[in-house]
């Protein structure tokens, strides 16, 4: 069969081109510092975050881990975002890798304002934990592909600044973001201690992330890269394909934008579902199913007997995303498929 695979930005297969660089990468051994190809990902994504050094990793898991781990201490309070990438898919690596407790505070569409950090930040009395580190997702994943505001950030980093707490982004998908907004990684970028960054989402490489931010903190980084098991060897054979998405990727991002709204605006006609359109910002499309009787399970079992794929977000969400090896043409068929088997309005 055919599949449409909308169930994530990581589907994606590398195209003929991107191999062929990644077949003729220059390598080395990176675990020495070695290896060229990885040394100019590095040294390139450093440059477009505006960041005195990077770390190319495995993954983005790996590179928020990371983050957390150089800048805290065992005991520590980690505030983070209630439905971010961190609290819900990292499997509690902050507290198994850092021995820190994240605490969840709940945003409108995945975003935190100054106010709540505030008020969420402990007290310095000797039985609370100290706060040491706060995590912003942009663009967050659960919320929809939300743009994080950067007048928000701003003053979220302002207040970090003052409370000499340090700031970290989750940056899987600041291209979707930059795309979006017109606004350089490098500005959003410049308000974070730390930023990670993903090469394997929609920038189409097959593994790869980064994390930036300043040379003590990379270097620290890269020690724990090597205990966390993350040190690779001729690692440029992966790093030429994360160097091919960076240059030739990031503009088309706006392409897959124009397939999501495509599709949320087709689904408005389906019974039962509910999109809000005003938050279908970049490439993800949260659908919400609380009306409907099936579970979502139910439901992404009769879209797979028709060869299309989404993911579940919970008992009552679906998820949609869409990215660089999906067409247009195939993103009517979606629609007609969604619509054919949970019937229109």
Known sequence: MNWIDLRSDTVTKPSREMRESM?????????YGEDPTVNLLQDK?????????????????????LAIKTHTQPGDEVIVE????????????ASFLSNVQLLP?????????????????????????????VCLENTHNKAGGTI????????????????????????ARIWNASAASGIMPKEYARFFDTVSVCFSKGLGAPVGSALAGTREKIEKARKYRKIFGGGMRQAGILAAGALFALEYNRERLKEDHKKAKLLAEKLQRVLGIHIDQEYVQTNIIVIDIKARKESSGDILAKLKT??????EMGSTTLRA????DVSMEQINSAAEIIQSVLGTK
């Open 321 to 324: 995303v869409t990215h660089l």
């Open 23 to 31: 077949s003729a990468a220059e390598v080395g051994d990176d675990v």
């Open 105 to 133: 505070v709940n945003g409108k569409h995945g975003i935190l304002t100054a106010e709540q950090i505030t008020q969420s930040i402990r007290s310095p009395i000797y039985y609370n934990p100290k706060t040491s580190l």
């Open 45 to 65: 994504t450093a440059d477009i975050l505006g960041k005195e050094a990077a770390l190319f990793v495995p993954s983005g898991v790996m590179a928020n881990q």
């Open 82 to 93: 209630s439905e971010s990438h961190i609290f819900n898919f990292e499997t509690a690596g």
């Open 306 to 311: 028709k060869g299309l794929l989404l993911s």
């Open 148 to 171: 994080y505001p950067l007048e928000e950030i701003k003053s979220i980093a302002e207040l970090a600044g003052n409370r000499s707490i340090s700031l970290h982004l989750d940056g």
